[in-house]
């Protein structure tokens, strides 16, 4: 049989964000800030398929599947840091909420999903000075990536019936955690540096 689909996916995004830095001291040091997302994701499909009777296209209704995905993310973060001697601290804590309206459209149904969930999101770094040109460092720090629209999109894609694809909008943010030793040395000709670093993800977004 005879069949189109076209679809129309895309989002936009409005991100605000106010920080404060303030030195306390030659040794302590404070940032403060907050910052807010606006995300407007949709999809629209348009499926017909050729009437051979009447020889005209028709709108397929079965396989309607369209979504709007509404995304709000307010956080706030706080950070000190700490230069005594040779040694160095930076502590960091943000939260984040993320309120979510997702509306799906299709032939069975009709729904608007509302979710909400809050996440914090650590870092920490710590230095020595080994030496006038040597420096040892470690860090962690967690990193939250949120789906878009093209992992989101329930539009079903079966342009070639061998490889069908087609997003989940179920799906929830990705959370990164990341480890790293580092070992700096500068000398007038020569800089030598090395990292070693490891990486470990909840929830991982994949194929």
């Known amino acids: 049989y005879r069949q189109k689909s076209i679809n129309n996916a895309g989002g936009k995004e409005h991100t605000?964000?106010?920080?404060?830095?303030?030195p306390l001291t030659s040794k302590h040091s404070l940032e403060v800030g907050l910052k807010y997302i606006f995300r407007?994701?949709?999809?629209?499909?348009?499926?017909?398929f050729l009437d051979v009777a009447n020889g005209q296209w028709k709108e397929d209704l079965t396989r309607k599947n369209d979504l709007d995905h509404e995304q709000r993310i307010a956080s706030g973060y706080a950070g000190y840091g700490l230069k005594a001697g040779k040694f160095g601290l930076k502590l960091g804590l943000r939260g984040e909420n993320t309120a979510q309206k997702i509306h799906f459209m299709s032939a069975q149904t009709d729904?608007?999903?509302?979710?909400?969930?809050?996440?914090?999101?650590?870092?920490?770094?710590?230095?020595?000075?080994?030496?006038?040109?040597?420096t040892l460092r470690w860090g962690y720090n967690m990193r939250i990536s949120r789906p878009g629209i093209w992992y989101l999109n329930p539009y079903i894609n079966n342009s070639d019936p061998n490889n069908i694809r087609y997003?989940?909008?179920?799906?929830?943010?990705?959370?990164?955690?990341?480890?790293?030793?580092?070992?700096?040395?500068?000398?007038?000709k020569v800089n030598f540096n090395a990292t070693l670093s490891y990486s470990l993800t909840n929830n991982a977004i994949t194929s």
């Open 16 to 22: 605000g964000q106010v920080d404060y830095v303030n």
């Open 40 to 48: 407007d994701n949709s999809s629209r499909g348009d499926n017909t």
């Open 111 to 134: 729904t608007i999903v509302n979710s909400n969930f809050f996440d914090f999101v650590p870092s920490a770094a710590f230095s020595y000075q080994l030496g006038m040109t040597k």
């Open 167 to 188: 997003g989940n909008p179920n799906l929830d943010a990705e959370q990164t955690h990341n480890f790293n030793v580092n070992y700096g040395s500068f000398a007038q």
